[in-house]
């Protein structure tokens, strides 16, 4: 871009020139023929001078400093002014290669909030010249990538545990029991689960936060991934006793598990619908399927369902193990259900008080 | 203003407990002639005080003291692991030397670390202690984790034979606990977490008595 600049000047000298050295032959005919035409020779091609158009959208120019060096970095200009930060930061990356627009978190001042993708220039600028604080965010990870590592690995170690393979139990008591029909319930249970997760992943929900850092991608692994084996380990053991009331327990918490599934799926479609994603999400309404019905009662039916498929699933198996990781989950998703009840409540003033966050009634 | 006179009361009587601790080790060092069992002439002042120190993550909590919560809990809820989870309970490892070792270290270094926080909170903190607070550790620190280390050893098979703290399959709630290997997992557990702290505390030392020096030096 400063290239250019250069060339605009020396090409309006030269237009200028050659204006200057036309006036010269119209006030003295042909005073020198050699002169004029070393002149025009000189003055390069004649090209008519651009109009300088004043426009009516200003430019801004963004300078760049390093948030913990306040070095400068880059300065961009020639920035419109329906740019989003998202568009600054790709051309930060045209500008200097190894800043990753993935990596890169941008903020109007040192320790102030990272600015987000959609933000556009013109609210955040004071004045033409606008001055931004780059950090690098370290090794970023998809969204995607974690919930599909999170999620194809409770499944996999699950079949392998209920394989029984051999440096996992002790073989001989492997063979000589007789496996209750819980277990397979169970696994058929656990696989259901997962494999509907990892296709509501893939086609089903919209992720709108970009990336993650790796950091995350390896706690959260690790996680479901470790309690997936302890969970596994117990439930597929060659000693597992199964449920105290026997086929009524099972058979009915089966159901409820069924059900809990059907109604996370159906919600998780809903919220995926266009209108309801992102910050510009209006909150859903109930329709015919009784399913969202839950709707009415809670502002996160997705997270009530979810939890009452695991207790299912601990009622079903009747494993301390699987209750204790149950227990986890609901107190992180009531943590998220929370948060999310809370900005309900501050964006729509018609929101009905009455509903609670997550479990009906009571929290 | 109220609640720091609370806390400098609490730190103060903490700091009395520890001094108590200390005070009956060495009577009943003299009154015995042998350092060996030491450990019942202290146990209940000590089972008292270093369980009383769970107040401490309140205040931690509460954002009274300017520690952090995480490192301070980490810190007095292993100590009262080690109380309460291995020396209370398998009686035999109370006669260990190992034991002395670590209650030697754990009063010496609280009777200077309330110290410190009582003078620090009547805004009169002698240098001296605050020395002794950061240098003594290099020593006290290796000690006490060694006594712990070889309590925690001593005591393996004992939990084993016994079966204690143990729960074994097959039961109604499906549900395994084996205590001796708990407790060898925790003592691996201090090869990456002891450096850290050790390094922490060295790294702490530098930062806050150079700042100290410098400050004499512009006085």
Redesign the interface.
Known sequence: MFKRHKSLASERKRALLSQRATRFILKDDMRNFHFLSKLVLSAGPLRPTPAVKHSKTTHFEIEILDAQTRKQICILDKVTQSSTIHDVKQKFHKACPKWYPSRVGLQLECGGPFLKDYITIQSIAASSIVTLYATDLGQQVSWTTVFLAEYTGPLLIYLLFYLRIPCIYDGKESARRLRHPVVHLACFCHCIHYIRYLLETLFVHKVSAGHTPLKNLIMSCAFYWGFTSWIAY??N?P???PP?FGNRQITVSAINFLICEAGNHFINVMLSHPNHTGNNACFPSPNYNPFTWMFFLVSCPNYTYEIGSWISFTVM?????VGIFTLLMSIQMSLWAQKKHKIYLRKFNSYIHRKSAMIPFIL | MAAAAATAAVKGNGGGGWLVIAVGLVRAYLAKGSYHSLYYSIEKPLKFFQTGALLEILHCAIGIVPSSVVLTSFQVMSRVFLIWAVTHSVKEVQSEDSVLLFVIAWTITEIIRYSFYTFSLLNHLPYLIKWARYTLFIVLYPMGVSGELLTIYAALPFVRQAGLYSIS????????FDYYAFLILIMISYIPIFPQLYFHMIHQRRKILSHTEEHKKFE
């Open positions: 117990y439930i053991h000693l597992y006793t105290s198996t009747q494993t301390l193990p | 399959l097959p039961n109604k709630y499906n549900f395994s």
